[in-house]
């Protein structure tokens, strides 16, 4: 048995088998070859089985994310039987005698660069897409006499490190746990594990990496952060009992379904759950949360090709408001850049992404983004109880452009006779020292504030939140931090707007009376903290 120790980013235990993450090289060889249609039968098989892979992954969109979002996998079918497309590449296999990975890699460069130099937006926005197709058929040329790891059994995904936008999609029902060499445990890619309510440990360290193989047996204890490799029995068994007692505990806690969220002294708060798309909703219900309290509604962004239209996010937000049937929704308005990177909005490489050009910098230079997400979120306003909520804010001036745009956007949709509905709130995410410190200046101009603990601890400790090597140095608990959002709360309420936290301090039950005593409305926690959450505000006394 050989023991890795790491960071448990959410507790929990699982054994099972390691599937070590493999992202797709992008290197292709260029040879040639003798038999040409021994040749152009390997890339059928390969096409074939490309399209199989599409029509799977669109029957999982359309279930999950509806037809509207699922259909660019049609398109992809579609495009991968393309005549301009396959000719190009029977070509170059026939007469040059190359071998078909070569002659989709160069296909597609040829096709992705004529669509690029289009002047039409739909049309520049194929050159991702042939590139997509062209490298899943070369990953299924390569792929083709691979065995299937694991088969449809659940594994423990083992990686250097995870993207926002890889962690997305990867199949939920398959992962028992995640561990990764680097990461840090305020990364998005922890938050997601947390939200999928399966065991997580970060920062293993490169040798672990070295040491794991497809296959091999492993034990992941999310309480302590350790990983055990072919773990020994009595291993095995005390981890099998932290099992039963995680079960245990799950099960008490159901108890609390249905119950107030309501401390000894009768002081009650909301407690909400935050998603990341709409697949997510059914955990909120089935763990009784009283609202959505963030929607990070950049994960369609990441989840899709290329932007995702006004119908199809108007599709989306309907469906979660719809489903919540009247209780609160926040949708937080687009929160890409940083650590959250998506091809098709063509961002350029920062030095400091985390101080750079993202959010609601992105939503206030282009406009016309911003516009088609709040001219869908308006629209869908009318199917629930909407709130909309604006990341990165740090100025008065931001918030004046951001309330003018609203305006527009209502007007323009009450000229096109679209019903927008009366009671939509206003709200900004507190998650800048400086937008803490001019909460008196901001409190007045909106309904609500959200306190994001994740970036506020980033930009008030000057600690890049996706730095493993400055753990260390990350004291959420620090004094500075808490001053920031006990006068953030002060300066809301002084004003009349009501304030919650949905970073992932919310979920810190050692804080959660600090925060209540702080005049604090509601916390907004993964919907599996709910009723952790709820037990903890049912335990607190106010009065003493
Ligand atoms: C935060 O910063 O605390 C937050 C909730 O937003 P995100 O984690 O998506 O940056
Ligand atoms: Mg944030």
Redesign the pocket.
């Known amino acids: 048995m050989t023991v890795f120790n790491g960071k448990g980013v959410y507790g929990a235990v699982a054994l099972g088998k390691i599937s070590v993450f493999k992202r797709k090289e992008a290197t292709v060889k260029r040879y040639h070859i003798e038999d040409v249609s021994a040749e152009k039968e390997r890339l059928a098989a390969a096409k074939e089985k490309a399209v199989a892979q599409l029509q799977e992954i669109y029957d999982k969109a359309l279930k999950e994310v509806g037809e509207a979002n699922a259909q660019i996998f049609e398109i992809h079918m579609m495009m991968i039987e393309d005549d301009d497309y396959n000719e190009s590449i029977d070509n170059i296999i026939e007469k040059q005698k190359l071998n078909s990975e070569y002659a989709v890699a160069v296909t597609a460069d040829n096709f992705a660069e004529m669509f690029a130099s289009m002047d039409d937006a739909y049309m520049k926005a194929r050159s991702a897409d042939v590139k997509d197709i062209s490298n899943r058929i070369i990953a299924c040329l390569s792929d083709e006499n691979a065995e299937e790891s694991g088969g449809g059994e659940k594994v423990i995904i083992c990686a250097d490190d995870l993207a926002p936008s890889e962690t997305v999609l990867l199949d939920k029902d398959k992962v028992l746990a995640f561990v990764t060499a680097f990461g840090s445990s305020?990364s998005?890619t922890a938050?997601l594990a947390r939200n999928m309510n399966i065991p997580a440990i970060i920062g293993v360290g490169k040798e672990f990496l070295d040491a794991v193989k497809d296959g091999m047996f492993a034990a992941v204890d999310g309480y302590t952060g350790e990983v055990f490799i072919e773990p020994d029995e009595e291993t095995i068994a005390r981890i099998e009992k932290k099992k039963t007692e995680d079960e245990n505990k799950k099960r008490l806690l159901q108890e609390l379904k249905g119950k107030e969220n309501v401390t000894l002294d009768g002081t009650k708060i909301n407690i909400f759950a935050?998603i990341g798309s709409v697949a997510n909703v059914g955990a909120v219900l089935a763990n009784d949360a009283g609202g959505v309290g963030?929607f990070?509604s950049?994960f369609l962004y990441l989840e899709s090709e290329d932007f995702p239209t006004e119908e199809q996010q108007f599709l989306a937000y309907k469906k979660v408001l719809e489903s919540m049937a009247g209780k609160k929704v926040i949708i937080?308005t687009l929160?890409i850049g940083a650590d959250k990177q998506v091809d098709y909005f063509g961002l350029e490489k920062e030095d400091n992404p985390a101080l750079g050009y993202r959010a609601i910098r992105i939503c206030l230079t282009r406009p016309d983004i911003f516009k088609t997400q709040l001219r869908a979120l308006y629209r869908a306003s009318n199917y629930g109880n909407l709130g909309i909520m604006f990341?990165m804010i740090t100025s008065v001036s931001e918030l004046e452009k951001i309330k003018q745009i609203c305006s527009e956007v209502r007007e323009e949709l009450n000229t096109e006779g679209i019903p927008v509905s009366d009671s939509v709130e206003l709200g900004i995410?507190i998650?800048t020292p400086a937008a803490a410190v001019i909460s008196d200046r901001l409190a007045p101009m909106v309904d609500f504030f959200?306190?994001?603990?994740?970036?506020?601890t980033?930009y008030t400790l000057a600690c890049d939140r996706q730095n493993a090597a400055i753990e260390q140095f990350v004291d959420t608990h620090h004094e500075a931090i808490l001053r920031l959002i006990e006068l953030s709360a002060k300066n809301a309420h002084e004003h009349g707007a009501w304030i919650g936290i949905?970073?992932?301090l919310a979920a810190d039950t050692s804080l959660t009376e600090t925060f209540l005593k702080m005049g604090i409305d509601e916390l907004s926690v993964s919907p599996t903290f709910v009723l952790k959450v709820r037990d903890a505000v049912r335990h607190i006394d106010l009065t003493k």
């Open positions: 305020n998005h938050i935050n963030l990070r950049e937080r929160d990341p995410m998650e959200s306190v994001g603990t994740n970036d506020l980033q949905c970073g992932e």
